[in-house]
């Protein structure tokens, strides 16, 4: 199966510093990409559709300044989570999906999933 | 209600029982994800299927698209088995096509005991 990977895969900071998560389809072009935050013992709750030379798409009460979303290739998504605080510490996990197979009709494009990044913030 | 239920939350399993999740949902799908995450967070892709039945291993995965339920057996278990595995659909978006979202159950844990 195709491989994403994410960078670094965890992470301690200090409050009000930024953060910078790297996702990468390592041999698959993708242009969306997920990115996802899972609590612990909670399900995987999407945060925002990355689009590759546009503007992300944030769900429903993700601050979209906050966490900054760069999909600047089709190989390449960043999320950068600015002036961390405590309550940022998640797991986050991206995925992505096989953009030669986006639009066919019908279809659904299987998303393949990144190891995740574990965020500590003190 | 959420949209995926799965069950049971948590298993705990002698080696080399039969085991078998289950995720029942109450949206219109295009496809079934099994997914399994272990201890360090990582995900893994073990299924995706929109209809009938496939195996790997040892590993069944088994959907039902008119009772809208979906079952993950494990034969023979063993230790490494455990993980939580969460079930996630794919429900389309409004413009149809292959555009849509995930929705995820919450996970069972299973523990496997030598």
């Known amino acids: 199966g195709a491989v994403v990977s994410q960078h670094p895969s965890w992470v301690i900071c200090k409050s009000g510093t930024s953060v910078k998560i790297e996702c990468r389809s390592l041999?698959?072009?993708?242009?969306?990409m997920f990115w996802y935050r899972q609590f612990p013992k909670q399900s995987l709750m999407l945060m925002a559709t990355?689009?590759?030379?546009?503007?992300?798409?944030?769900e429903q009460g993700v601050e979209k300044d906050k966490f900054l979303i760069n999909h600047a290739s089709l190989t390449l998504s960043t999320l950068t989570v600015t002036s961390a605080h405590p309550e940022d510490s998640s797991f986050y996990i991206c995925?992505?999906?096989?953009?030669?197979?986006?639009?066919?009709?019908?279809?659904?494009?299987?998303?393949?999933f990144g190891p995740g990044t574990r965020l500590t913030v003190l | 209600k959420n949209e995926v239920e799965q069950s049971p939350q948590n298993l705990t399993a002698q080696e080399g029982e039969f085991i078998t999740i289950n995720c029942s949902y109450s949206v219109g799908i295009s496809a079934l994800h099994w997914l399994q995450q272990h201890p360090g967070g990582g995900i893994v892709s073990l299924f995706m299927l929109s209809s009938g039945k496939k195996k790997h291993g040892r590993l069944i995965a088994t959907i039902n698209i008119q009772e809208k339920h979906s079952s993950l057996h494990i034969t023979a278990s063993h230790p490494r088995d455990s993980a939580v595995y969460i079930c996630a659909v794919f429900v389309r978006g409004n413009y149809g096509g292959s555009q849509g979202n995930l929705i995820f159950g919450k996970g069972t844990k299973l523990s496997v005991k030598p």
């Open positions: 990355s689009n590759e030379g546009s503007k992300a798409t944030y």
């Open positions: 995925s992505a999906r096989d953009y030669l197979l986006d639009g066919e009709t019908d279809s659904y494009n299987e998303q393949f």
């Open positions: 041999d698959f072009q993708a242009t969306t």
